[in-house]
């Protein structure tokens, strides 16, 4: 079975502070994993997916995250905080095991602080 | 590509109702997926399909149906609506096994 934990539900930061989800999953096969954000009345939109090669994944508007195998983990960061980047984040985790289809995190709504 | 649409964007349905959420997309994907959002408990998987002809249960599929006549169209049926279902629906799609999910923008469902 596969599984994602995401840290905190909500996040606060200061514009132009470090930005820090975090995301564990849990699966027995190699997994692919993904981070989506989701504007207030939009629908989900990819930020950036790590399935082979290179841990350090960059994503759109800066964002990045690292596959850490030994942690389970698929930590998303972005150096210095927007305020256009308020919004709700989503880890997903898709696996064989799975059938390859993607469970989602509950989510972590990110508040940027003037 | 208009890439992945879904009708109505709003809806307001008596208890008892029934309804047909749409959701069509033109990229020639196989893998579809309907998935429902309520407040702080992320994305529920309803139905998938794997192509036309072929649908799976996901994790929360009683009260719901789906159907796939063609690779474009997977609509989501409601059968006697009830107050548990109201939530936002999202309709999905993706080529192959490490693509990421398309999104369409959602259909905000209010049952009263």
């Known amino acids: 079975a596969q599984s994602v934990t995401q840290l905190g539900s909500h996040v606060s930061v200061s514009e132009g502070a470090l930005v820090l989800l975090r995301c564990n999953y849990s699966?027995?096969?190699?997994?692919?994993l993904f981070w989506y954000v989701q504007y207030p009345n939009q629908g989900l939109q990819l930020l950036l997916k790590?399935?082979?090669?290179?841990?350090l994944v960059k994503g759109i508007n800066g964002f990045e995250a690292e596959f850490k195998k030994s942690e389970t983990s698929f930590h998303l960061t972005k150096p210095s905080a927007h305020m256009s980047d308020a919004a709700e984040y989503f880890c997903a985790v898709s696996t064989s095991g799975g059938s390859y289809i993607p469970t989602f995190g509950r989510g972590t709504s990110l508040i940027v602080h003037p | 590509n208009a890439g992945v649409t879904q009708t109505p964007k709003f809806h307001i349905l008596k208890i008892g109702q029934s309804m047909t959420l749409q959701c069509t997309q033109d990229?020639?994907?196989?893998?579809m997926y309907w998935y429902r959002q309520d407040p702080g408990m992320g994305l529920k998987l309803i139905y998938y399909?794997?192509?036309?002809?072929?649908?799976d249960k996901g994790e929360v599929p009683n009260g719901y149906n789906v159907s796939r006549s063609t690779t474009e169209d997977f609509p989501l049926r409601l059968e006697l609506a009830a107050p548990s279902q109201t939530s936002v629906y999202f309709c999905?799609?993706?080529?192959?096994?490490?693509?990421?999910?398309?999104f369409g923008p959602g259909t905000r469902l209010t049952v009263l």
């Open positions: 699966s027995s096969v190699p997994p692919y």
């Open positions: 790590y399935t082979t090669g290179a841990t």
């Open positions: 399909s794997v192509g036309a002809g072929i649908t």
């Open positions: 999905a799609s993706r080529g192959g096994r490490p693509d990421n999910l398309l």
């Open positions: 990229m020639n994907h196989n893998y």
